[in-house]
């Protein structure tokens, strides 16, 4: 089993900044991609951002490009996710997830999920 445990999430005004952090416990030996997904209120969980094991390679949600950065540091079993020029309609609970069959395209492919974050960007 893994663990996953999201921090960093709150309220900020639109056009602010917020960095979120996942940390991975337990059976970490595998390597696996992580990634973050969100779910809007009243919406489905989408995919936000993930990242591979190495970590060169990164992809993104059309509505995020050029506002979020993913990365990670394998020795400290921690990604983040780097949310710049937020907007209200980025306002969700944000999931951390790992993958041992990497990409994180869908939610059927996550292995293990975070509790959540909330991150709610105000007008």
């Known amino acids: 089993q893994v663990q996953l445990v999201e921090s960093g999430g709150g309220l900020v005004q639109a056009g602010g900044s917020l960095r979120l952090s996942c940390v991975a416990s337990?059976?970490?030996?595998?390597?696996?991609?992580m990634g973050w997904f969100r779910q809007p209120p009243g919406k489905e969980r989408e995919f936000v951002s993930d990242i591979s094991w190495s970590g060169f390679s990164t992809r993104y949600a059309d509505s995020v490009k050029g506002r979020f950065t993913i990365s990670r540091d394998n020795a400290k079993k921690t990604i983040y996710l780097q949310m710049n020029s937020l907007k209200p309609e980025d306002t969700a609970v944000y999931y951390c997830?790992?993958?041992?069959?990497?990409?994180?395209?869908?939610?059927?492919?996550?292995?293990?999920w975070g509790q959540g974050t909330q991150v709610t960007v105000s007008s």
């Open positions: 997830a790992a993958a041992f069959n990497g990409p994180l395209s869908t939610v059927n492919v996550v292995d293990y």
């Open positions: 337990g059976r970490t030996s595998r390597r696996y991609a």
